[in-house]
């Protein structure tokens, strides 16, 4: 009898919650800037968890935001479940180093890495920006607060010995509305740590004003990742971008995208992410250009944060971790 009324009170609740209503668990990924990556990417991996929504109750949103920097802060007020986050920032937000100076965010944590991104300089062709000497007396969009780009342009700058307060013109603006920035004059050069090919550098390159990428020079990179640990060459493609000026792939540093949560997350929901992406990885690869290099192995590089129990629980099962 006590058990007939327990089975009518549980079947009461389900009909009254609206049947599998009750179970549905909401994920949202924050990205970056629609032109970006990020935003791309968090679409192809929610694309692939929506397709099995009924099997997994999960439900995934694609939020765009102001980036790496601005991802952290919300994964760990609990605004979002899972963020894009630069591989550099992922070590300074866990070891309190950075914008995060003296505050380790103890509950970040990594689940895996995707593609490459390149800190990349584009210019405006009439300004005459052939190296990074050319950037003084500029006005250079170093990127809006929240960003990954900001960050590494302070750190570009300094290397350099450039004051980005006295020897140039510093602004702070979005990276989706750089490029026309760039094409109507307001700017001579952006910042944007990004992989390739993008939409933003696809815009800038389709308009009438003709831009070329600035190489970083080999000992700038060489103090660079000498000093940053974190930071690694990297090349950025021309065949992507017809009508740049530069004929050569253009060299630079850079780091890597990868995929954050929180240790306040449930286990079975970034389980289930993690071996969707990894049980797909050659849909994922087909979503996005610049998502085609990846291969599972290539997922577990550039993590700094603890893994997230989720997440190792799925790599210790298919020996991807021991
Ligand atoms: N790396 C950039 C950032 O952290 C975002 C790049 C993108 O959206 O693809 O802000």
Redesign the pocket.
């Known amino acids: 009898m006590k058990k007939l009324s327990v089975w009518i009170l549980a079947l009461a609740l389900l009909v009254f919650a609206g049947g599998d209503a009750l179970a549905i668990q909401y994920v949202t990924i924050g990205?970056?800037?629609v032109t970006?990556?990020?935003?791309p990417t968090g679409g192809a991996i929610s694309k692939l968890i929506n397709k099995k929504r009924k099997e997994y109750n999960l439900r995934m949103t694609v939020e765009s935001t102001g980036?790496?920097v601005f991802n952290v802060n919300a994964l760990m007020n609990g605004d979002i479940e899972m963020g894009v986050v630069?591989s550099d920032l992922q070590w300074q937000a866990y070891n309190g180093k950075g914008e995060w100076e003296g505050k380790p965010q103890e509950k970040l944590r990594a689940m895996f890495a995707i593609h490459p991104?390149a800190v990349t300089i584009l210019a405006a062709d009439d300004k005459n920006i052939r190296s990074v000497a050319d950037l003084k007396g500029k006005i250079v969009n170093i990127g809006a607060p929240g960003?990954?780009?900001r960050v590494n342009a302070m750190d570009f700058f300094q290397a350099a010995g450039i004051d980005v307060d006295k020897d140039l013109k510093a602004e702070g603006i979005k990276?989706s509305e750089a490029a026309s920035m760039l094409q109507d004059g307001r700017i001579d050069a952006f910042f944007y740590?990004?992989?390739h090919p993008?939409g933003s550098i696809k815009e800038a390159v389709a308009g009438a004003r003709k831009v070329n990428f600035v190489p970083v020079d080999e000992a700038l990179v060489a103090k660079l990742t000498a000093d940053q640990p974190y930071y690694a060459p990297a090349m950025i493609p021309v065949a992507p971008y017809p009508g740049v000026v530069n004929k050569e792939d253009v060299p630079t540093f850079g780091v890597k995208?990868t995929i954050c949560t929180s240790a306040d997350v449930p286990a079975d929901i970034i389980y289930t992410i993690t071996k969707e992406v990894f049980e797909n990885i050659d849909e994922l690869r087909d979503l996005h250009p610049a998502l085609s290099v990846l291969t599972r192995e290539n997922m577990l590089q550039g993590l700094s944060a603890p893994l997230h129990p989720g997440a190792e629980k799925y790599f210790k099962e298919v020996g991807l971790v021991k």
Do not use: L
Not at 36 to 39: A, E, I, L, R, S
């Open positions: 990205t970056g800037g970006g990556v990020y935003y980036g790496s630069q991104e960003t990954g780009q990276p740590t990004v992989g993008n995208a």
